[in-house]
């Protein structure tokens, strides 16, 4: 490409000045606190720590540095706080509260004691290399999207430049765009948004195309319930995804492009915005970058929330100020998309990945994970695990290893059941195939699919056919109604599915059920329509005994479906006097009998389960049965009833 002389000239004076920060804030004599104000941080109230922080120190008379940095994928733990001494290794301390705040203030500021009882990990570091968390989890972990999440300020781009960031950048602007596009089909690079599409092939269709100068994009359009992998990292490491963009846009030849993020996630919108005003700013982004020459816009685009907008050509016609739908493919947006121009759409993480493969070499990152899927996965996790959150793993870790080595097995001993994996249209995989390795062609077998990365974890309390119907109708309210398989086939797939968890359902039904999802699978338009039908698909494959309990006994097994299930309370168990589960009942069915203790008017109940949680441990007096299979306890006269 022909780099002007002075274009490293201009990097090494912001390196330079980025390094200059760096020790400065580390190497500071005064304490340095800093605390993940993430989405998850701060819905577990982190923004009330910084205050408490702030406040006490202030009413101390205490000198301390106090900074947000991201998440670093512990949500279970939030808020996060990390505390470094001068001459002490930094200490990571879990669940801080406004209180809590302020003992660490008093007895680790000001009197030197770790407070080892509250140390969730501690950090090693030095000035320049990226600090590295001692924590059991992270040995399974292998970090490159998430390398500095968590341990940087998002809103200072200096800090990512001191830990290598935008070297890749400049190094791609000294490269031809055929050797970027080289690097990455020797690293393997697939798409990390669903499909798994070879990267560097997707790039070079879109540079080749005829019909125009190139347009980049970055989908940050993230819809899955439970997943927050592109939000966690917008959040906590913009720059890395700026980076990730730029460099495509000298692989294609683009000279401008957008961000779209959805508009729900207005602490990723904000941070976003500040980081493409600090990289044009410092010249690496915009107007002749770092005097080569090259200019580049790159623009953030606020979506509206449609769960199809995920899809490529739904979110070209929404930044086109159309209404979200998608269109027929050929041609693919990467030959002629937005304004009829060649577009290249990728997701948050893989452009995250790209600036890794360029700054370390395509053999870093192709040396990880299988032959076919190599690299590095950002999986969020949710569900019935015990630490539940984002994790970075290599592709090819086990699903047994994501639950029990790295999220701390199951929550409240209950037995593994099941993995729904690849957001709402991803599959069930029972927990028989739990060494599966999770890679793309080896989850596709077993029905499921990456998708963009969100699991949910399920437990024996779980009713599979109930996840299906949960699932199915998220995705059937999101349809965008283009196509009839996809807009009539998904709604009759819910009628189905919910006349068999209410106990109506007939063995025809299912032959129907099963039909209707293979003919949507191979009839939508989108991938929206052809994979709603996964989580149908899997649980009739692997647990069709549930369904035939649902359908042939009328009987939930798991106890889940409200149409099949009934609550009691057992009198021998029922303290006599105590009134919990009264007061939590919404309807008012739990009445008092002669004898103080509690019985319920079956006709009122809502089976909302809130008595169940309300019933003290010690009593567990409250009981889910089956109607059908279980005997009904008998229940006090009416003209016993006592009510209040």
Not at 147 to 155: A, F, K, T, V
Not at 484 to 490: E, L, N, Q, V, Y
Not at 617 to 626: G, Q
Request: net charge negative; proline share 7%.
């Amino acid at each position: 490409m022909g780099l002007p002389s002075d274009t490293p000239a201009r990097f090494a004076q912001i390196q330079e000045e980025a390094s200059r920060r760096w020790k400065a804030l580390w190497q500071d004599p005064r304490p340095l606190i800093t605390v993940g104000t993430a989405t998850c941080g701060l819905a577990q109230g982190a923004g009330e720590v910084m205050g408490a922080f702030r406040d006490a120190a202030a009413r101390m008379g205490l000198d301390v540095q106090i900074r947000e940095v991201g998440c670093i994928g512990h949500c279970y733990a939030e808020p996060l706080v990390t505390v470094k001494m001068p001459g002490m290794a930094p200490y990571l301390y879990s669940r801080v509260n406004p209180t809590k705040a302020e003992l660490l203030l008093r007895y680790l500021v000001q009197d030197g004691d770790p407070f080892l009882d509250f140390v969730m990990g501690a950090l090693q570091e030095d000035e320049l290399m990226p600090p590295v968390w001692d924590l059991p989890r992270f040995h399974y972990e292998k970090r490159l999207i998430l390398e500095h999440c968590g341990l940087i300020d998002p809103e200072e781009i200096h800090q990512y430049i001191a830990k290598g960031g935008y070297r890749a950048l400049v190094r791609s602007l000294s490269l031809q765009p055929e050797e970027i596009i080289a690097e990455l089909a020797a690293a393997g690079l697939r798409g990390r948004g669903g499909a798994g599409f070879p990267t560097a092939r997707k790039w070079e269709i879109c540079r080749k195309s005829p019909y125009g100068i190139p347009i980049v994009i970055c989908n940050g359009d993230e819809g899955d319930p439970g997943a927050y992998m592109d939000r966690a990292v917008l959040e906590s490491n913009p720059h890395q995804v700026l980076e990730g963009l730029a460099i495509a846009a000298l692989a294609v030849g683009a000279s401008e492009g957008y961000v779209y993020v959805r508009a729900e996630y207005p602490l990723a919108i904000r941070r976003v915005k500040k980081a493409l005003q600090d990289a044009s700013s410092l010249g690496l982004l915009g107007k002749d970058m770092l005097g080569s020459g090259v200019n580049l816009d790159i623009r953030l685009f606020e979506g509206s929330g449609a769960f199809v907008c995920g899809e490529e050509t739904a979110l070209i016609a929404s930044i086109q100020g159309e209404r979200g739908m998608p269109r027929p493919r050929p041609p693919f947006p990467a030959e002629r998309g937005l304004g009829g121009r060649p577009t290249l759409v990728n997701n948050v993480k893989t452009l995250a990945l790209v600036p890794k493969i360029l700054e370390n070499g395509n053999g870093s990152f192709s040396g990880i994970g299988t032959d076919s899927s190599p690299g590095t996965m950002v999986f969020s996790v949710v569900g019935k695990c015990q630490q539940p959150g984002l994790v970075e793993v290599p592709l090819g870790t086990t699903l047994r290893q994501l639950v029990f080595d790295i999220c701390g097995g199951m929550a409240e001993e209950k037995g593994f059941k099941a993995l729904q994996i690849g957001g709402p249209s991803g599959g069930c995989v029972p927990a028989a195939l739990q060494d599966t390795p999770m890679d793309y062609e080896t989850l596709q077998e077993a029905g499921a699919m990456m998708g963009s990365g969100g699991i949910v974890v399920l437990d024996e309390e779980d009713c599979m056919v109930e996840v299906a119907r949960f699932f199915l109708e998220f995705t059937q309210g999101e349809s965008c109604g283009k196509c009839t398989f996809c807009r009539i086939g998904t709604r009759q797939m819910l009628e189905l599915l919910t006349r068999i968890t209410s106990g109506k359902g007939t063995p025809e039904d299912l032959e129907l059920l099963e039909e209707l999802a293979r003919d949507v699978k191979q009839g939508s338009l989108c991938n929206l329509g052809a994979t709603a039908p996964n989580p149908v698909l899997t649980t009739l494959r692997y647990f069709r005994e549930e369904y035939l309990a649902h359908v042939q006994e009328k009987k939930c097994p798991a106890l889940q479906c409200r149409e099949l299930t009934a609550y009691y309370i057992l009198p021998e168990r029922c303290a006599a006097g105590c009134d919990a589960c009264v007061g939590t009942c919404p309807t008012e069915a739990i009445y008092t009998m002669r004898t103080r203790k509690k019985a319920v008017e079956q006709d009122k109940c809502v089976k909302c389960g809130e008595c169940v949680r309300a019933c003290p441990p010690e009593y567990r007096a409250v009981v889910r049965i089956s109607p059908v299979t279980d005997v009904p306890l008998p229940e006090a006269p009416r003209a016993e009833k006592n009510s209040h």
